[in-house]
């Protein structure tokens, strides 16, 4: 009997989890391309994750301006509830605004009814407190699990990931470091992760972030793409 209960808990572990190989680039390239982000081929989705953040967002948003793009930001509910003005902000400027959860923490475990309690908090924070519904839903980690997935599906949320990042959360970022990282995935439909907030990242990591947005600009300007946010990306 013991064995019956632990061979079934390890098989809804693994249920649990079996959403998360979205994140392998194989699966990403060929099986899962709506939720890794793949959209128009002359396009690129800028994304940011994890704000708002009253020390990283407003410059990320000032050079923004400064460029003409737009951007969908991932907001996360804790911060966001610190920072409401700066949600309606984004709004304001024209950003797309997305959840990235309440908490940002990996979900390795079932806890359905959890997953669903959070990200619906989440999703009424983002509409309430920024005045615009959501569409979209990132994972923390982009670690996609089966509670997430099937919560976010619930509350009409379409999850995606990214095709390309810039590692800007680490301590030795740079701008040129960022935007070298990116580079060789910065092609026609592909969605760029990036961060406002350092809250999950290396102290001050975002003003790498900050410095590589004009070299990531001037490379889809060099390439004849365009760059903006998730709901002009046309993912199917």
Known sequence: MLLRLGAAAVGVELLHLAPAAVRLPPVKRHLARRTAGYGDPGHIALTFDDGPDPRGTPPILDALDDLGIRATFFLLGAMLERAPDLGRELVLRGHEVAVHGWHHRRQYHPAPARDLRELRRAT?????????????????????????????????????????????????????????????????????????????????????????????????????????????????
Do not use: F, K, M, N
Request: proline share 9%.
């Open 124 to 236: 009424e924070a983002v509409t309430d407190l920024c005045g615009a519904r959501p569409t979209w839903y990132r994972p923390p980690y982009g670690v996609l699990t089966a509670g997430p997935a099937l919560a976010a599906h619930r509350l009409g949320l379409r999850t995606v990931l990214w095709t390309a990042w810039g590692r800007d959360w680490t301590a030795d970022a740079t701008g040129p470091s960022v935007y070298a990282t990116a580079r060789p995935s910065l092609t026609g439909s592909a969605t760029l992760l990036l961060h406002d907030s350092d809250c999950t990242s290396a102290p001050d990591s975002w003003q790498a972030t900050l410095a590589a947005l004009p070299l990531i600009a001037t490379h889809c300007h060099t390439h004849g793409l365009t760059l903006g946010p998730l709901r002009d990306h046309a993912i199917p």
